[in-house]
């Protein structure tokens, strides 16, 4: 009874901070891009700061009329935006916030293979929104998201078998607890190539082709209103949740910290995911949206090249040190 107790709970832990990470990161965003592009309004709702700028888009959203285009195929159309955000409350499940089995939601063996095959899911969501729009924009977005999940998910994955090679295990609790300081200098090639295949699948600027308002209107979400819309952006922040933690478990030594022993475990892996996650909305307010060229020429000249150069780094490395 004890056990079936203990899953509950972190599995209540873990929904709960599906819900609340994403919506934190979305609210930061708004304030970080209102700060760095001197954009007035977010900060005004609410009084203090804009605190209510987060509760006025939800109540927008939820205010508005869920439409479905005649021509759509309705079925696809409809579950898209749960295909697209409930991949990433998988992932959460394998990532560890701490030492020892209460401080994840399940324990997996193959964490690492798991989580990148789940994440993959994910964009499954905006191919399926965009073929059941009934709308050459949506298709033209949801096969440019094809495209871009081709081209980099290849490097995303060489990086992430680096350091699982450096570590000797796909188990990401294993991978924190072989972590040492001395691998920051020579996996940080991993680490970029990583982050950047990363943001490339979560379709976040430079990398929003498939959303690229300019271009598509707004790709695979064109037709989407309403609280389907709110899933699907939820579901990018959920992304940038996960794809931040990932990054902290596999390169930045998870839940160590300087100090504070086991006691302030999560406290340095919340830490660390918080300051990848601004890195994520500095990109997107600094760097202009590739062109679809540049974008498969950085995936398949540039990132998979790098990320081949990683794992010969750590062979010569771990031949070194046996």
Not at 3 to 24: G, H, K, N, W, Y
Not at 39 to 60: E, I
Not at 268 to 280: P, R, S
Request: aromatic share 12%; glycine share 10%; charged share 10%.
């Amino acid at each position: 009874m004890n056990d079936v107790l203990d899953v509950a709970l972190r599995l209540i832990v873990v929904f709960a901070v599906f819900l609340v990470l994403p919506l934190v990161v979305g609210q930061a965003e708004h304030k970080v891009m209102a700060h760095m592009q001197g954009r007035l309004g977010p900060m005004y709702a609410g009084g203090f700061h804009g605190w209510a700028q987060l509760v006025a888009d939800g109540v927008k959203f939820a205010q508005k009329e869920d439409i479905v285009p005649a021509g759509a195929d309705k079925r696809i159309f409809q579950i898209a935006p749960a295909v697209a955000l409930l991949p990433y409350l998988l992932v959460l499940l394998a990532i560890p916030i701490g030492p020892g089995e209460g401080a994840v939601g399940q324990v997996i063996d193959a964490g690492l293979f798991f989580a990148l095959a789940v994440m993959g899911i994910g964009v499954l969501g905006s191919l399926m929104g965009g073929w059941a729009s009934a709308n050459k924009f949506s298709l033209l977005g949801g096969l440019r998201t094809a495209a871009q999940l081709l081209a980099y998910e290849l490097p995303m994955l060489l990086a992430a078998a680096s350091v699982a090679m450096a570590a000797g295990t796909v188990s990401l609790p294993g991978i924190v607890n072989a972590f040492e300081w001395w691998w920051l200098p020579w996996q940080i090639i991993g680490a970029l190539v990583f982050f950047t295949a990363g943001l490339a699948e979560l379709q976040r600027p430079p990398f929003d082709m498939p959303v690229a308002d300019s271009e598509i209107i707004f790709g695979a979400y064109t037709e989407y209103t309403g609280l389907r819309f709110a899933l699907f952006l939820l579901a990018e922040y959920a992304g940038i949740v996960v794809l931040c933690a990932l990054t902290t478990v596999l390169f930045l030594g998870g839940w160590h910290g300087p100090f504070g022993g086991d006691d302030l475990a999560w406290v340095w892996t919340l830490l660390k995911v918080a300051v990848l996650a601004f890195v994520v909305i500095w990109l997107r307010v600094s760097y202009p949206r590739l062109r679809e060229d540049q974008l498969q020429k950085l995936a398949w000249t540039v990132l998979i090249p790098l990320a081949l150069a990683q794992i010969a780094l750590t062979g010569i490395v771990k031949v070194a040190i046996q």
